[in-house]
């Protein structure tokens, strides 16, 4: 089964540093990837997905996240950080042929200081 | 407009209850999901339904029904509630429920068992 690895609990950045969220997952094929942002006290909000082709995939709100396949990774980054970024970030994995199960990581907490 | 909205909010209620919380899409998608949050923020499905069928089923109390009276809304109906039930619950709905496709979320029901 699949399943998806988010090493960081916890990360707090100054705004306009920027910033890279760690996900590694765990497929013996190419999955499909997700990164998910919750604001606090809302649902999730889709930031950006790779299925296949260019590696380097662009979102909204200025993400962008590289799919490694070598590494079994799709990390998110951002340049410069905005305090309106402070969040939880969730990334998610699907399997090719499967019901539209995804499997989600534990989250990011993300906090910004001014 | 809202995409994915689910009612209540907000649901306090005492052990041994039997509630229920109501999601309606209006993105004309034929697959609907339901998911569990728990306190650390960990997500997990728990049904999907495409065009009114169950296809996915994960290991979940048979306390937990839910029911899709048409393709844009799937509701949730828990019986006897239990503390270990609280949790936000999340509604999503996506295009196709035999390919993966990014999901969009509802706003979560925040559920609390006392």
């Known amino acids: 089964a699949q399943s998806v690895t988010q090493p960081d609990i916890h990360i707090t950045v100054s705004e306009g540093a920027s910033l890279e969220l760690r996900c590694n997952y765990s497929?013996?094929?190419?999955?499909?990837l997700f990164w998910y942002v919750q604001s606090p006290g809302q649902g999730l909000q889709l930031l950006l997905k790779?299925?296949?082709?260019?590696?380097l995939v662009q979102g909204i709100k200025g993400f962008e996240a590289e799919f490694k396949r070598s590494q079994s990774s799709f990390n998110l980054r951002k340049p410069s950080v905005h305090w309106s970024d402070a969040a939880e970030y969730f990334c998610?994995?699907?399997?090719?042929?499967?019901?539209?199960?995804?499997?989600f990581g534990t989250g990011t907490r993300l906090q910004v200081t001014l | 407009d809202t995409a994915v909205s689910q009612t209540p909010k907000y649901l306090v209620t005492q052990m041994g209850n039997d509630k229920s919380i109501k999601c309606e899409q209006n993105?004309?998608?034929?697959?609907m999901y339901w998911y569990k949050q728990d306190s650390k923020k960990f997500l997990k499905i728990m049904f999907s339904?495409?065009?009114?069928?169950?296809?996915i089923n994960e290991t979940v109390p048979n306390r937990f029904s839910p029911k899709s009276p048409d393709k844009a809304h799937l509701n949730l109906h828990i019986n006897s509630l239990e503390l270990g039930d609280s949790a936000v619950y999340f509604c999503?709905?996506?295009?196709?429920?035999?390919?993966?496709?990014?999901?969009?979320f509802g706003p979560g029901t925040r559920l609390t068992v006392t």
């Open positions: 999503a709905s996506s295009q196709a429920g035999t390919s993966i496709h990014e999901q969009y």
């Open positions: 497929y013996g094929a190419t999955p499909y």
């Open positions: 790779y299925f296949s082709g260019d590696t």
């Open positions: 998610a994995v699907g399997v090719p042929g499967t019901a539209s199960k995804l499997t």
């Open positions: 993105l004309g998608h034929d697959t």
């Open positions: 339904y495409n065009n009114k069928e169950l296809i």
